[in-house]
């Protein structure tokens, strides 16, 4: 099977909504555990990164690139 990837910054769909109402979560600290904030009350759950996989449907939104390494000021 094939692992599910996902970067900080992203905004993924679980299969469990969060008791606000929405099943939106943005990722906000990645390790061993997985931080994340729910998109609609901003309240933020640390769960094992296995647990996370397991619970985790799909990526809805990348994070935005950042471009820190070509900006080209003085």
Same mark, same amino acid.
């Given at each position: @099977? =094939?692992?599910?990837?996902? =970067?900080?910054?992203?905004?993924?769909?679980?299969?469990?909504?969060?008791? %606000?109402?929405?099943?939106? @979560?943005?990722?906000? #600290?990645?390790? @061993?555990?997985? #931080? @994340?904030? %729910? *998109?609609? %009350?901003?309240?933020?759950? &640390? *769960?094992? #990164?296995? $647990?996370?996989? $397991?619970?985790?449907?799909? *990526? &809805? #939104?990348?994070?935005?690139?950042?471009? =820190?390494?070509?900006? =080209?000021?003085?």
């Amino acid at each position: @099977m =094939e692992r599910k990837q996902f =970067e900080l910054g992203d905004i993924v769909q679980m299969k469990k909504p969060h008791p %606000c109402g929405t099943n939106e @979560m943005e990722i906000i #600290r990645m390790g @061993m555990d997985i #931080r @994340m904030k %729910c *998109v609609g %009350c901003k309240h933020s759950v &640390l *769960v094992p #990164r296995a $647990k996370f996989e $397991k619970n985790m449907k799909k *990526v &809805l #939104r990348s994070a935005p690139a950042s471009d =820190e390494g070509t900006s =080209e000021g003085n």
